[in-house]
């Protein structure tokens, strides 16, 4: 089963058995959708949302709460309509959050970080503060372990299991500093980040 179904149908069972389940903020619907509109144009865009059951005119604001289930249903109609893989969708993605649209509304993250590896080592606070306004989302946390003076490996605890997502954001944060990271996934909630 491809990854995205096999999420999907998880969280669809997750939200049978539990109370509605957990929401993402809707900033991250909204970074999607800019990055298809300017790339692949409006109707890609209108198309993915009503494969997914959304109304093709919504508007997602950054405030927004927006269910899990949605949001991996729009990134996996996403790949359909565009014929890509769930990594290329991931990386795509990864580039245009960290280089295009997240240093326009989250610009004090940036400011006075030089190197990738400070702006990752900054990136489990990042989360913690950016989702503590919206009461029912549970950001990613990130833990840190060196295993020598240039390899670092990420720990991602999320029950969302977007590691994919993770790599993506990764190799975006290289590029944004100019740097050559190497980036491999080592399973569900490790990345191993080799510095230059
Ligand atoms: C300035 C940079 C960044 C900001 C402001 C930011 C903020 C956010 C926010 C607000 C969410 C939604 C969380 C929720 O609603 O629960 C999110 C999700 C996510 N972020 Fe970031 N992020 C940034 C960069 C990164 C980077 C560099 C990584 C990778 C190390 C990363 C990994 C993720 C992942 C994987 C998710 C998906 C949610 C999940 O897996 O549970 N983010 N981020």
Not at 143 to 163: A, C, F, P, Q, V
Not at 178 to 184: A, F, P, Q, R, S
């Amino acid at each position: 089963m491809p990854p995205l179904e096999g999420l999907i149908r998880m969280k669809t069972e997750q939200n049978r058995t539990t109370e509605g389940g957990t929401k993402m903020k809707g900033v991250i619907v909204m970074c999607l959708g800019e990055l298809v509109r300017n790339n692949f144009g409006q109707d890609k865009w209108e198309a993915a949302l009503e494969k997914a059951g959304v109304k093709k005119d919504t508007i997602f604001l950054s405030t927004s709460n927006v269910d899990d289930v949605t949001v991996l249903k729009v990134i996996g109609s996403l790949c359909d309509i565009l014929n890509i893989s769930l990594v290329q969708a991931a990386d795509a993605f990864g580039d245009y959050w960290v280089n295009t649209f997240a240093p326009k509304i989250y610009g004090a993250y940036y400011e006075g970080i030089k190197t990738a590896k400070e702006f990752l080592l900054n990136m489990d606070k990042v989360h913690v503060q950016t989702a503590a306004i919206v009461p029912d989302s549970r950001p990613p946390r990130f833990d840190y372990e060196w295993k020598n003076d240039k390899t670092l490996i990420m720990g991602y605890k999320s029950h969302r299991g977007l590691i994919d997502i993770m790599v993506g954001l990764v190799k975006g944060v290289g590029k944004y500093y100019n740097e050559d990271l190497k980036v491999t996934k080592l399973g569900d909630d490790k990345v191993e980040i080799i510095f230059s």
